[in-house]
């Protein structure tokens, strides 16, 4: 089935280490967003895309990189990973904001760090 | 400072009971949406709200978006142990596709 496509779904990195976790759709789909999720924080937005080529900052961007060299895939990297770095990560896309018009996002399933 | 907050963060009820979540903020939205996620899972998208006094109902949920559109509820009736799950609200500002998630409800039903 289309959707969104992350991997791993399951990571441990000593601090100090360097990742990129991979998210790829295949829905066409012109803005993604990479998310993080920690228990009483909600969903917080890392870095977001809305097309290829073009990136900009969310809330917490600090720690972390993204580029958009195609359509279908937006790789979060963590530069050198440290404890608060610990959470949960999702991918997320959708159809660009059309006019009178916002669509909803379709979430991977997420990647679950764990730095120690 | 969260931009959204819902409340109640938890809720436990029994099968059959109804129960209201509540997603509140100082700023106004172009358009809500309510988001139901399963452990382990990514969140899926419920509704899209986009005017103020809106209510759309998907079965036995009702979302309703607030007059000044900083607000929303979600009300589940006669709640089945299937509406278990987490609930996220997440609003979009004037422009762009950025939306920004509540805090979520941790919502449990009892058989």
Known sequence: NAGVTQTPKFQVLKTGQSMTLQCAQDMNHEYMSWYRQDPGMGLRLIHYSVGAGITDQGE???????????????????LSAAPSQTSVYFCASSYSVSVGVNYGYTFGSGTRLTVV | TQLLEQSPQFLSIQEGENLTVYCNSSS?????????????EGPVLLVTVVTGGEVKKLKRLTFQFGDARKDSSLHITAAQPGDTGLYLCAGAMSTGNQFYFGTGTSLTVIP
């Open chain 1, 60 to 78: 917490v961007p600090n720690g972390y990189n993204v580029s958009r060299s195609t359509t279908e895939d937006f790789p979060l990297r963590l």
């Open chain 2, 28 to 40: 106004v939205f172009s358009s809500l949406q309510w988001y139901r996620q399963e452990p382990g």
